[in-house]
C-alpha cells in the first residue's frame, strides 16, 4: 500500500493532540485540582473535575469493572482502523480530521489504561443548559468528525458536480 504524502502530517497532528490533552490533564490532576473543586472562569464557563467511565457525553458512565477494558478495546480498533483511512488521503482536510479523531482517541485511551476513566475537566453551561463536562481528547474527536462530515458532503457535491460535466469543456 503506498502511503499519501499527507499521512505524516495526520500522524503529527495526532501526536500534538496527545501531548496537549495529556499535558492539560496533568496540569488540571496534578496542579489545579488539588483538592478537586469547581473553579468559576466565567459566568457559562467553569474547570471542574469529573472521570468518566463511558463515552462520549457520558453514555455508559457506570461503575462497571469491564468498561474500562471493553472501552480501551473499541478505541484501540477504532484507532488501527483510522490508521487506514489517512495513508490514503488526498486532501489535507481529511488527513487533518483523521489525525484530530486520532489523537483524540489515543489521548482518552491512555487515561483508561492509566486510570480506568477519563479525565474531564472543561465545563460550559448558558441560558440553563449544561453542556457535559469534557477534555482537549473530546474537543478534537468532535472536530475531526465534524471536519470529516464536511469534507464528505462537499467532495460528494463536487464528484455529482464532475460527474454530469459541469464546469469541464466538452469540445461539442
Do not use: C
Request: aromatic share 12%.
Amino acid at each position: 500500500m503506498k502511503l499519501s504524502p499527507l499521512f505524516g502530517r495526520g500522524l503529527a497532528l495526532s501526536a500534538l493532540i496527545v501531548v496537549l490533552d495529556q499535558v492539560s490533564k496533568w496540569w488540571i490532576l496534578e496542579r489545579l485540582m488539588m483538592p478537586p473543586r469547581v473553579i468559576e472562569v466565567t459566568s457559562y464557563f467553569n474547570l471542574v473535575m469529573t472521570w468518566n467511565r463511558g463515552v462520549s457525553f457520558g453514555l455508559f458512565n457506570n461503575d462497571s469493572p469491564y468498561n474500562a477494558l471493553i472501552l480501551s478495546i473499541v478505541a484501540v480498533v477504532i484507532v488501527g482502523l483510522l490508521l487506514i483511512w489517512p495513508a490514503r488521503a488526498r486532501q489535507p482536510i481529511m488527513a487533518y480530521a483523521l489525525g484530530s479523531v486520532i489523537g483524540g482517541a489515543f489521548g482518552n485511551l491512555i487515561d483508561r489504561i492509566r486510570f480506568g476513566a477519563v479525565a474531564d475537566f472543561l465545563d460550559f453551561h448558558l441560558w440553563g443548559y449544561h453542556w457535559p463536562a469534557f477534555n482537549v481528547a473530546d474537543s478534537a474527536i468532535t472536530i475531526g468528525v465534524a471536519l470529516l462530515v464536511i469534507d464528505s458532503v462537499f467532495s460528494a457535491a463536487e464528484e455529482r458536480r464532475s460527474d454530469r460535466g459541469v464546469g469541464r469543456e466538452t469540445g461539442e
